[in-house]
């Protein structure tokens, strides 16, 4: 069955770098677009950036852009989130999200549990 299961979260402090994986099994994973987004605590889910199956498109939502990057490793079915410059307003939790097709659509079908990421001083 399709399995995403992120990895990488933890306290950071205000203008660190943390770097998420997210691995993938149980579906073709060259063919789908992978998007992660987040929770932040008594807030609904955003989306932060998302990737095309063949890694040569890449979405940020404004939040986050200049700071974060997204790339995957096909060979390895991983996808990555390096956040650089964290906030305070980066904590959440943060979900890896399967899309439906190669592109960036932001039409999901599968996703993981999530890896929490708090930053703080």
């Known amino acids: 069955q399709v399995q995403l299961v992120e990895s990488g979260g933890g306290l950071a402090q205000p203008g660190g770098s943390l770097r998420l994986s997210c691995v993938a099994s149980g579906f073709m994973f060259g063919g789908y677009g992978i998007g992660w987004a987040r929770q932040a605590p008594g807030k609904g889910l955003e989306w932060v950036a998302g990737?095309?199956?063949?890694?040569?498109?890449?979405e940020y939502a404004d939040s986050v852009k200049g700071r974060f990057k997204i790339s995957r490793d096909n060979a390895g079915n991983t996808v990555y989130l390096q956040m650089n410059s964290l906030k305070p307003e980066d904590t959440a939790r943060y979900y890896c999200?399967?899309?439906?097709?190669?592109?960036?659509?932001?039409?999901?079908?599968?996703w993981g549990q999530g890896t929490q990421v708090t930053v703080s001083s």
């Open positions: 999200r399967k899309e439906r097709g190669p592109q960036v659509l932001r039409e999901y079908d599968y």
């Open positions: 990737i095309t199956s063949d890694g040569l498109v890449t």
